[in-house]
Nanobody, 121 residues
Framework: QVQVVESGGGLVQAGGSLRLSCAAS????????MGWYRQAPGKQRELVAT???????NYADSVKGRFTISRDNAKNTVFLQMNSLKPEDTAVYYC???????????????WGQGTQVTVSS
């Protein structure tokens, strides 16, 4: 199966930076798209950014120009560099990895446990 583990959350003042990391562990198959979603209290989970295996990226409008997603394919690891943080970025950030077993085109999405990011004003 696939294990997804995030790290790097914490407390930061507005205008500061944080870097999140996420590693997907697999024994067979391959990882395609990886990405980050976030969920603030009382709100639905929303897309932050995704990156494909060929580094095609997609960002939510609210983070464009402030956040950068990148990945290390050899280590199935994705990073989220967050700059110019705002209080409204406060949320639990969840990483996902889309896994394919190599026998079909079906992708299975696996999620990490989430990491808290808190931005104080």
């Amino acid at each position: 199966q696939v294990q997804v583990v995030e790290s790097g959350g914490g407390l930061v003042q507005a205008g500061g930076s944080l870097r999140l990391s996420c590693a997907a562990s697999i024994s067979t198959g391959s990882i395609n798209v990886m990405g980050w979603y976030r969920q603030a209290p009382g709100k639905q989970r929303e897309l932050v950014a995704t990156i494909s295996s060929v580094s095609t990226t997609n960002y939510a409008d609210s983070v464009k120009g402030r956040f950068t997603i990148s990945r290390d394919n050899a280590k199935n690891t994705v990073f989220l560099q967050m700059n110019s943080l705002k209080p409204e970025d406060t949320a639990v950030y969840y990483c996902h990895a889309d896994w394919n077993n190599g026998a079909s085109k079906t992708m299975f999405r696996y999620w990490g446990q989430g990491t808290q990011v808190t931005v104080s004003s």
